[in-house]
């Protein structure tokens, strides 16, 4: 073989050595180039699906609009008026005209049965024998309204029955969110009661934010935050089996705060009021939620079913926590509405919001006049 051939062919060798190194060095960029390019674009498409990056995959729920607070609160009265209960019973002797020893009798043991207590249920009876004596009066449209004017001092309209949710201002001048604690006994709703809060606050056009401090309910979690994701609001919460709820709760508060959001509801494990190591906790929750601003609002969740027990609970409650008013669920559908006057001659509590039915937007804020009209209906 010729000498220029043999130079040609090693000259082609080690150009080759040399060249493929490089190509190869190219094809990995350009296949790295290529991977970069698909991950941002996988990016992209996850931002757009708003997929968080928790380790849980999130299932996008559809926002739901809540019903107005008129609106509800309209068909609350309507609901009441038809449900019955001690109403009805009032209005059957009031209607017989003239009325016997045996009537009154009957009209203040109605009272007792719908639990609005001895105290109260004196008070009204002798009250309203005394004026229609005074006028002489046998018309049952005229006593109906006495009666009316009675009970509504004892429902007492002039008591502040609205929310206080004032952001606080600190000496820094950094406005916090408010805050509501929920608290209460096992099985009176209390987890669904804050959810249908938040509710009525998104109707409001309050930005919320919720806090699931019932750690000791597996369940309790979960159910809160698909009510909060029913209205577009975030749940903070601990995957942690047995959790602090004082450190769910402050963390919930911080996240509010962080956020600038207007309302924080803190929901709670329900427990008895004769456990004194777990109204302790809830004393402490509060504490905890303090270290940022007062907590506005201490909400009792009581059963109106339940009657006058509910009258203990909330005196023990109110020991630990400060209870600023309350809200009676189940309230449709019972004889026992009389705890609304109880529980205020009582305590000096204020019934602040009702609940009637099982629907999402069947908690409505608590109308004294309304109530007491519905109950004899005006």
């Known amino acids: 073989m010729d000498t220029p051939v043999i130079i040609a062919i090693v000259v082609a060798v080690v150009l080759a050595l040399l060249l493929v190194p490089v190509l190869i060095g190219v094809i990995k960029k350009n296949a790295r180039r290529e991977e970069l390019e698909r991950r941002a674009e996988q990016r992209e498409e996850i931002t757009e699906a708003g997929e968080q990056p928790a380790g849980r995959v999130e299932t996008a729920v559809a926002i739901e609009q809540p019903e107005s607070v008129p609106s509800r609160m309209q068909r609350l009265r309507e609901r009441l008026a038809t449900s019955g209960g001690f109403g009805k019973a009032i209005l059957a002797i009031i209607s017989r005209g003239d009325l016997s020893a045996g009537d009154w009798e009957e009209l203040e043991d109605t009272l007792l049965m719908a639990d609005m207590g001895l105290d109260s249920a004196t008070e009204v009876m002798d009250s309203l024998r005394q004026r229609v004596k005074v006028e002489n009066t046998k018309d049952p449209e005229r006593v109906r309204e006495l009666l009316r004017e009675e009970l509504l001092k004892l429902v ?32 009176t709703g209390k987890t669904t009661t804050v959810g249908k809060l938040a509710r009525l606050l998104r109707a409001d056009g309050k930005t919320v934010i919720l806090g699931a401090a019932d750690t000791f309910r597996a369940a309790a979690a979960d159910q809160l935050e698909t009510w909060g994701e029913r209205v577009g609001v975030e749940t903070v919460r601990s995957d942690k089996e047995g959790a602090d709820p004082a450190s769910v709760a402050f963390d919930a508060v911080h996240r509010a705060d962080e956020e600038g959001v207007d309302v924080v509801l803190v929901d709670t494990a329900g427990r008895l009021q004769n456990k004194a190591g777990l109204m ?42 400060g209870i600023t008013g309350i809200v009676l669920t189940k309230l449709d559908g019972t004889a026992k509405g009389g705890i609304v006057m109880s529980v205020q001659r009582e305590l000096g509590v204020p019934v602040k919001l009702v609940g009637l039915g099982e629907g999402p937007d069947d908690l409505a804020p608590f109308d004294a006049e309304g109530f007491v009209d519905s109950i004899l209906g005006n």
Do not use: C, W, Y
Not at 156 to 172: F, G, K, V
């Open 280 to 321: 302790d906790e809830l004393g402490k929750i509060k504490r905890v939620m303090e270290r940022t601003a007062p907590v506005n609002e201490v909400l009792l969740v009581l059963d109106a079913t339940t009657g006058q027990n509910g009258m203990q609970q909330a005196r023990v409650f109110g020991e630990v926590t």
């Open 156 to 187: 007492d309209p002039t008591m502040d029955r609205s929310l206080n949710l004032t952001r606080a201002e600190d000496a820094d001048g950094v406005v916090h969110p408010a805050s509501v604690l929920m608290v209460g006994v096992n099985g």
